[in-house]
């Protein structure tokens, strides 16, 4: 299963970012076998309306699930719709930090 957790650099050392429209990278990290791939946001420092252009770049990548710290009304909206479960994030820690919560089952799902 494709994982993203929202990023402000392109390893899974990076820290996690709590935005999720305005984050500067998206982290896909695949759940069996732990590879990932890093997508810079194109939507990161765009005008109004950046959460639901962001989410389609994750529908577009076949994502099933988002780790965030923050996600807004249309883009939580765009997200459910595509069947993309939302789980918050807020501990400052590493995206490897978030994956391994996720996959200990202990963050919450929004």
Sequence with gaps: MKVCITSKGATLDSPTEER???APYF?????EGGSFEALK???ADGGGGVGPKAAQVLIAHEVKAL???Q???NAREVLAAAGIAMYTYNAGGTVM????QFAKNTLVRT
């Design 20 to 22: 999720f429209g305005r």
């Design 27 to 31: 982290i896909i990290v695949e759940s």
């Design 41 to 43: 946001n194109p939507y």
């Design 67 to 69: 780790i965030s710290g």
């Design 71 to 73: 996600v807004g009304g």
């Design 97 to 100: 930090d978030a994956f391994d």
